[in-house]
């Protein structure tokens, strides 16, 4: 488990000659580049779901929020914890939006002990009215992953196999306190199947790398408060079930839920085919917007690879990300009036 790989190792690769990706236009400034950036940046959210039809749409989530005294501190405004609280009550809302017959848990980690917030549950009501009174705790000590894990393992153990066992790891100090090896506990995490993914707040630390590595999480560390929004965007969306997931659900127990809970979670299983990219130039037809009927003045048109309607890059980002459908492929194929 020690042994790293070695592409991780060489950590100075990400950052060799990246001034050449910046470009100056005409007027000298670096604004177009850095939109074009971003621009790729939500382009490759669409991309990475593609394809992955083996969905955990049934998901149990605990969120760990780091409460040690370095939450307290204020590159991010007005502070750390106050930023990730409310931060954490956007996502609470995408998440059951996103996934509604999921359920998430808080736990807090401070003073070298962690305790839960909130139990897993799928009110979300419940996990924000915590959220806010959690903005006069007080933040000191050390922060323990290893009680922290622990206890949200307690839990997790005993969902069954069809559905997803998350853990998402707001990670703010550069150390942790535990009572014992933590790396036995990963060992346990990867056994049961859970998965852990951590954002860290400060700076890379070695045993996040591993819990994340290890369980099939991801590990990324925050640049300002809107990359951190980002971050946490990204969990809303469910991960690719194991291939050694649970399948029967009669045998295992399905959780009663209504009609339209089921079909909000029905596009996790069939996504949105990414619609096809091209240069606006080599375009012939009109080159209007079919969701928003605007003029398309960006360099590149998207394209429904079924009903060939053409889509500007915010319509683009809309349907995969809220819509779960093509607007032209709706217009062509209505609902019958008896429906």
């Not at 990706?21 to 779901?49: M, N, P, Q």
């Not at 996040?208 to 991801?218: F, I, K, P, S, Y």
Request: contains cysteine.
């Amino acid at each position: 488990m020690d042994d790293e790989p070695e592409r991780t190792k060489r950590w100075e690769g990400g950052y060799e000659r990246t001034w050449e990706v910046l470009k100056e236009d005409e007027s000298g400034s670096l604004k177009a580049t850095i939109e074009d950036i971003l621009f790729k940046a939500k382009r490759k959210r669409i991309y990475e779901h593609h394809g992955q039809v083996r969905l955990g749409m049934m998901r149990h989530l605990y969120v760990v929020v780091d409460g040690s005294r370095t939450m307290e501190d204020q590159d991010l405004k007005p502070n750390r914890l106050t930023c990730t609280l409310k931060l954490l009550e956007y996502f609470v809302e995408e998440y059951f939006d996103q996934n509604p017959i999921s359920q998430v848990g808080i736990i807090v980690t401070k003073g070298k002990r962690a305790e839960k917030l909130t139990e897993l549950s799928g009110n979300p009501r419940k996990h924000i009215a915590a959220l806010k009174k959690a903005v006069d705790i007080s933040c000191h000590g050390e922060p323990s992953l290893y009680n922290a894990l622990n206890l949200a393992t307690q839990t997790l153990k005993h969902m069954p196999g069809h559905t997803s066992r998350e853990v998402l790891v707001i990670f703010s100090s550069l150390t942790t306190c535990d009572p014992t090896n933590i790396y036995d506990l990963i060992k346990c995490l990867k056994a049961i199947k859970i998965r852990v993914s951590v954002i860290g707040l400060s700076a890379e630390v070695r045993v996040c790398t591993v819990l994340a590595r290890e369980t099939g999480g991801t590990y990324h560390v925050i640049l300002d408060e809107s990359h951190y929004r980002e971050l946490l965007m990204h969990h809303v969306s469910p991960p690719p079930a194991c291939s050694s997931s649970e399948s029967s659900l009669i045998r295992m127990g399905l959780t009663l839920v209504s009609a339209p809970h089921l079909a909000q979670s029905y596009h996790h299983l069939f996504p949105l085919d990414a619609f096809q990219e091209v240069p606006v130039e080599l375009y012939k037809g009109e080159r209007y917007c079919q969701g928003c009927q605007g003029e398309i003045k960006d360099q590149h048109l998207y394209i429904c690879k079924v009903c060939q309607n053409v889509f500007c890059v915010e319509c683009d980002l809309f349907a995969h990300d809220t819509l779960h459908c093509c607007p032209g492929c709706i217009h062509k194929h209505p609902v019958p009036p008896c429906l």
